[in-house]
């Protein structure tokens, strides 16, 4: 079967059998940022936005996603021009073997924007660590860095409410 779904911004067909799940058509198709882990939702390393939602791409069908539209790692900065957390994860040192990044990245985007974070004119509610730990804390990290993750989230956080707001 045909699959159409857009993939960081770009329009994609694939052919998929019906019970391919999502994670492996990702890698299948190139998107190695999209880590394969448990294959049973325990690990999170997975993640991938669905919608803007972090979702679970080994438990979900590639078919789930015809239609939609799917952010990876890959789609959310660039080498040249870095997203804000790809960039405090960075500055921070929040990276050891770097297995668990791409999904705690792509985890914290996810409540980054439901938070109202990176959006220009838009308010962004204040975040707390303990947010911040909620958020990331589903993608198990195997080098148990968390405390840098969680400052490198909340270090991204404000200055992208400092941007949106024009202070940077
Ligand atoms: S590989 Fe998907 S949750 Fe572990
Ligand atoms: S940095 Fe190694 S698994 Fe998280």
Redesign the pocket.
């Known amino acids: 079967m045909k699959l159409d779904v857009t993939i960081n911004g770009e329009m994609r067909t694939f052919n998929i059998a019906p019970k391919d799940t999502l994670l492996a058509v990702l890698r299948r198709e190139g998107y190695f940022g999209v880590k394969h882990g448990c294959d049973d939702g325990t690990c999170g390393v997975c993640v991938v936005l669905l919608d803007g939602e972090a979702v679970l791409s080994c438990v979900m069908l590639a078919a789930q996603v015809a239609g939609k539209s799917l952010t990876t790692i890959e789609g959310l900065g660039t080498r040249e021009a870095l997203h804000p957390l790809q960039e405090a994860f960075v500055e921070i040192g929040a990276?050891?073997?770097?297995?668990?990044?791409p999904a705690q990245i792509l985890a914290a985007q996810a409540l980054l924007d439901e938070k109202g974070y990176g959006h220009t004119g838009s308010t962004s509610l204040p975040i707390s660590e303990g947010e911040v730990c909620g958020g990331v804390g589903g993608v198990l990290?195997?080098?148990t860095?968390y405390a840098k993750p969680v400052q490198a989230v909340l270090m991204a956080a404000e200055r992208m409410r400092a941007a949106a707001k024009g202070d940077a």
């Open positions: 990276v050891q073997c770097g297995f668990c990044t990290c195997r080098c860095g």
